[in-house]
């Protein structure tokens, strides 16, 4: 029997307190302060009732609308800045709420691994569970994993770091909610069954061309979705890989694309291969506004599924990964299925620090939208097969675009330069009163994401220079006299999926 933490799947909305309460950050004697924030990808997920681990196999993990793991985010400023790089700067635990909540490093790291029982009399590696977390700071920020359990309710999580100047300590709380009874579609989860892998038409092992996959479809409290009058699942195909001359089945359907009906949450179709060897990439969609996909699709949940395809197994030929250098833009949706080749299938991957913004999940499915600075990535991924065999390959990932609030170019260790405002009065001679200066006008504007997508500004602190008033529209102009000075402040964009913070700084004279 396995011997796991009991986790809860959470959902969080993000939260930013100062120090000490909220106040904003240190009140001691130095002029740096520090504040922090928390937030998390998702604020809604659904209970895990057979406390799957994350990592454990290829039907759970962090990438690719991982089903039952959130990702939390933290960042800490400093003076308005990014805190420079430390170890173990952050401090987090979970604060209050469930009791089978659990914290997690899914970082592949052998420290953050335990050993537990595979069901088959061996052992298996699986990420370790922890109510508190250390994390280590890169420019000011870091992020770790929440994954649920079976007990639904809130979950409060906190993180904390201390200005090491005065000691004074910042912290940040997320609430969490798990397993909603809602009666909505929460989750789309398809199952490769055995063998898991297919072979290529007219292949000369005699390998199976052609899988079953179910689906399962499940609201938020991890219930069967009510059955629909309608399909109420929607399978395609995405153009990629293996994907020429293969085919879905369902009944009388067969294409590219099919719709499947589910009956008490359970619904089943095929995969059949074409001539060529890599990956067949499938994403399965419901529609948690009404479960129905033959009327549109109005609010969709998603997963992606990957089924390999081979000329042939067993050893022919040495495990490798057939991928060199892949190619993101920031601000963009991004999905690629990497190809692993030879060996025993069904393959297992893993990867060293991504790109912000970007996911792999255990199937090998890097996905995300990437907000990173432009540059060039080494990523180091592995590939296990069956027999445990590993392969690890040096990845270059190149991210292009600019990551950019108002010509910031990415660089987050520097504020943005907005312009300049004349805000102070001009002193006059008595009796004439003083003469006012320049008016103000500026919009922020944001090089990344769909630009079909309005993006909302947000500010901290909210007001952070006298004389000028700062909209949620992105435009900051005048409203009355000014004080000289130099004053540097966060901004955030948040574009859809895409949130973007940056100091930036106005000085007035």
């Known amino acids: 029997m396995r011997k796991l933490f009991k986790t809860v799947l959470l959902a969080v909305a993000a939260a930013t307190l100062g120090a000490c309460g909220g106040g904003g950050g240190s009140p001691g004697d130095t002029s740096l302060p520090y504040t922090i924030s928390l937030k998390a990808d998702t ?11 994350p990592g454990f196999n290829n039907y759970s993990g962090i990438g690719a609308y991982a089903r039952y793991t959130t990702v939390l985010h933290v960042q800490a400023m400093e003076g308005g800045k990014p805190i420079q790089d430390g170890e173990k700067m952050f ?30 009399g061996g052992k298996i590696k699986v990420p370790g569970a922890y109510r508190n977390i250390t ?14 359990g079976d007990e639904a309710g809130p979950v409060q999580i906190r993180c904390a770091v201390t200005n090491p100047a005065d000691k004074q300590v910042s912290s940040a709380i997320v ?31 005699n390998l199976p061309t052609s899988v079953g996959v179910s689906v399962d479809v499940k609201d938020d409290a991890n219930q069967p979705i009510p059955n629909s009058a309608n399909a109420n699942v929607e399978v395609s195909i995405i153009p990629f890989g293996a994907s020429a001359g293969a085919r879905l089945l369902s009944g009388s359907q067969q294409g590219s694309a099919v719709k499947v009906k589910t009956i008490n949450g359970i619904g089943q179709f095929a995969v059949s291969s074409g001539p060529s060897s890599g990956v ?12 129905d996909v033959t009327n549109g699709i109005q609010d969709a949940v998603k997963q992606l599924r990957v089924v390999t395809v081979h000329q042939f197994v067993g050893g022919l030929s040495d495990l490798s990964i057939r991928d060199t250098e892949l190619s993101v833009v920031n601000g963009m949706q991004y999905t690629f299925a990497l190809t692993g080749e030879g060996g025993e299938p069904p393959y297992k991957w893993s990867s060293s620090a991504l790109p912000a913004g970007l996911t792999l999940s255990a199937d090998g499915i890097l996905s995300g939208t990437v907000a990173a600075p432009s540059g060039d990535y ?17 990845i270059k990932i190149k991210v292009t675009g600019n990551f ?4 910031c170019d990415g660089d987050l260790a520097k504020a943005c330069e907005l312009p300049a405002w004349k805000g102070v009065p001009v002193p006059a001679v008595p009796p004439a009163p003083a003469k006012p200066r320049d008016n103000y006008l500026h919009t922020l504007s944001l090089s990344v994401g769909d630009p ?5 500004w947000t500010y901290t602190p909210t007001s952070p220079v006298p004389g000028l008033s700062f909209g949620a529209d992105g435009v900051i102009q005048s409203t009355g006299d000014g004080t000289a000075g130099t004053y540097t402040f966060i901004v955030t964009a948040t574009r859809g999926s895409i949130v973007i913070k940056r100091p930036v700084k106005i000085t007035v004279s």
Do not use: W
Request: aromatic letters at 4%.
């Open 43 to 53: 604020t809604v997920l659904p209970i895990n009732l057979a406390n799957e681990t």
């Open 91 to 120: 401090a987090c635990n979970l604060s209050g709420g469930l009791k089978s909540g659990a914290l997690y490093y899914l970082d592949g790291k052998d420290e953050h691994m335990v050993e537990v029982d595979d069901g088959k």
């Open 135 to 148: 994390l280590d700071s890169n420019a000011g920020g870091a992020s770790f994993h929440f994954h649920a």
């Open 175 to 205: 609430n969490i909610t798990v397993g909603a009874n809602t009666g909505q579609v929460a989750s789309v989860v398809g199952t490769i069954q055995a063998p898991r892998y297919l072979g290529t038409q007219g292949n000369k092992q």
């Open 280 to 291: 067949i990439l499938l994403q399965l969609t419901g529609d948690r506004a009404d479960n």
């Open 378 to 394: 080494n990523v180091q991924f592995a590939i296990e097969d069956a027999l445990g065999v590993v392969v690890k390959k040096n």
């Open 404 to 407: 950019d609030i108002d010509g």
């Open 452 to 456: 079909s997508i309005p993006v909302v």
